[in-house]
């Protein structure tokens, strides 16, 4: 076989393929292989069956190397090829295949692959963690002189890159009421690309309208994005809204045990396929054992989710039982003031929930804190393991009691990420700390 070699000087020489408008030049410039991760023809979708169903086989080639029902583990930085007519292939876009590490791997496909179906997207991007996501993108959209709107209960690392980092590069940061649309269009002007919320949010647990958001955002053609960490694909389906980018720290529920971080982007292909490059460029990837853990924790998505979702609503309702509890924040509690917007849109609400201790200093409420025999103290959530914190000395600790109490967070105020543990004992195990 013979191959017609063009090179990025050669004008009229036909192009590598249909969608490498950046050409291959460099050793290792992103190659058109940097291509969206979700291919039906290979890795089934199993888009018309259950959640379940796509947690186990959506995104994976039925037939793996070797016949291995697992995905096999690959370690390469780089990937060879036989001859140079087969590296041409690649080059051409003719051969779907791996090149070099930091580009992607084939367990990143099947992972992205099964990500996309759980978020009935049309492609997924994962990073080296959720923060390393929101970076990747916003590097990608955003250029000097644009605007963003944030929601100001999102998850405050994000608000923090932009208004921070971002700011350097020429980029403003507008932070406005949660909910607040009136507040959101007055500060949408025309340099701004993108607007931003978490729904439910942290640790507040506040819904945001997804009709409401994604309305605001084609009305002045805006991107929007929705940082549905807490939700999940097995709550929410912010895609099925409209909304153009959904971001998930896969670090949690995802993940869902403790052991692994990593971040996703799902949305169109369109719209994903610039940020797909810019991550060849910044090398947010994940190696192939995280890859590994990730895959496997999916398969049980839906049966833990069903877990969580469960301890959760009933361990809120009986903290809100509890004498010496003032405030319980929690989506499914009729008590909480979005609770309707929470209803009508989520499948289940989750297993985080923030409540207050009645009457107590940052020193009493500690002691429920300590008291705890089955959650362990630390940040995160979305695990299997229940955590417990006391955000004043967690992830505030640094803020100054004015910053504190702009963000909402009261001294007397526990988070709690419920894991599958038995609902029961859950319940008495926050009993005897409250009693205690
Ligand atoms: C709601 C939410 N979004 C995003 C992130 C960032 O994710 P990661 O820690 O994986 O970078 C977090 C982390 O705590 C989070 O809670």
């Known amino acids: 076989m013979t191959t017609k070699i063009t090179t990025n000087r050669d004008a009229d020489q036909p192009s590598r393929n249909s969608n490498s408008s950046d050409a291959h030049c460099g050793d290792d410039a992103p190659p058109p292989g940097s291509q969206a991760s979700v291919d039906p023809a290979l ?8 959640l379940s169903t796509q ?21 390469a930085s780089t990937y060879t090829f036989a001859s140079t007519d087969d590296l041409l292939r ?57 605007e963003i709107v944030f929601f100001d209960q999102c998850y405050h690392r994000s608000r923090e890159f932009c208004a921070k980092t971002m700011s350097r590069f020429g980029v403003v940061t507008h932070q406005v009421p949660t909910g607040d649309f009136g507040a959101m269009e007055a500060a949408i002007n025309d340099r701004t690309k ?41 709550n929410l389906r912010p895609i099925d809204y409209g909304v153009d980018y959904v971001w998930h720290s896969a670090t949690k529920y995802l993940g869902g045990h403790n052991d692994l971080l990593a971040g996703t982007i799902a949305g169109s292909r369109e719209l994903l396929d610039p940020v797909r490059k810019m991550r060849g460029v910044l090398g947010s990837i994940n190696s192939g054992h ?37 405030r319980v924040y929690y989506p499914g509690l009729k008590s ?53 914190e006391q955000p004043l000395v967690m992830s505030y600790y640094n803020c100054t009691p004015e910053e504190r109490q702009r963000f909402g967070i009261a001294d007397n105020m526990i988070r709690l990420s419920c894991g599958i543990e038995d609902t029961a004992d859950l319940i008495s195990d926050l009993k005897q700390a409250l009693d205690a």
């Open 194 to 234: 993108i607007i931003v919320s978490e729904s439910p949010t942290n640790p507040h647990l506040t819904s945001v309208d997804l009709e409401k958001f994604v309305a605001v955002g084609k009305a002045n053609e805006v991107e929007t994005l929705i940082d549905a960490t807490l939700a999940t694909p097995y």
């Open 90 to 146: 690649f080059v051409h876009g003719e051969d779907q295949r791996e090149e070099y590490g930091r580009y992607g791997s084939p367990n990143e496909k099947s992972v992205e692959a099964k990500l996309a179906a759980l978020d009935n997207a049309e492609d997924a991007i994962l990073y080296s963690s959720g923060m390393a996501a929101i970076v990747g993108l916003l590097m990608t959209k955003l250029n000097s002189g644009d």
């Open 55 to 75: 947690c186990v086989h959506s995104g994976e080639l039925r037939q793996k190397p070797e016949g291995s029902i697992t995905q096999p583990i690959f370690t």
């Open 336 to 388: 909480h003031p979005s609770h309707s917007i929470a209803a009508a849109q989520m499948r289940g609400f989750g297993g985080l929930i923030t409540f207050t201790v009645k009457g107590a200093d940052w020193k009493e409420t500690s002691r429920v804190v300590d008291a705890a025999k089955i959650a362990r103290i630390a940040p995160s959530l979305g695990g299997v393991e229940s955590l417990i």
């Open 290 to 326: 995280n890859l590994y853990l990730l895959e496997r924790g999916l398969k049980t998505f839906e049966l833990r989710m069903q877990r969580h979702n469960q301890n959760g609503m009933a361990v809120a309702e009986f903290l809100e039982s509890h004498d010496r509890v003032e």
């Open 43 to 50: 890795r089934p979708t199993f888009a018309d069956r259950g």
